[in-house]
Nanobody
């Protein structure tokens, strides 16, 4: 079964950068797209960025457009986060899916594989 392992989280000052990685422990043959989500304490999980295997469909949440970049290399997906803000503080999760159940590519219902998460903390 596909497992996703995130890394790269940490603490950074506002305005700084971090690069998250999500490694798939098995080949992503069974999945068609991957994404990053985040969840801050007391808030709902939010889709951040989405990429499909052919890189023809890349989407970002409005809150991160122009600051975050999703990319992939073989079985690893990355999230480059620049100009970090206090409100970017959250647990970040990697997810993978096969079939869209929702027209919104950042809907969590589209994903059936999830990682354990990596914490990102932005301070002033």
């Amino acid at each position: 079964q596909l497992q996703l392992v995130e890394s790269g989280g940490g603490s950074v000052q506002a305005g700084g950068s971090l690069r998250l990685s999500c490694a798939a422990t098995a080949h992503r043959l069974a999945t068609n797209y991957m994404a990053w989500f985040r969840q801050a304490p007391g808030k709902e999980r939010e889709g951040v960025a989405h990429i499909n295997n052919r890189e023809t469909n890349i989407y970002y949440a409005d809150s991160v457009k122009g600051r975050f970049t999703i990319s992939q290399d073989d079985d690893t997906v990355y999230l480059q986060m620049n100009s970090l803000k206090l409100e970017d503080t959250a647990m970040y999760y990697c997810a993978a899916g096969q079939i869209y159940f929702s027209g919104n590519p950042l809907d969590s219902n589209n994903f059936n594989y999830w990682g354990q998460g990596t914490q990102v903390t932005v301070s002033s």
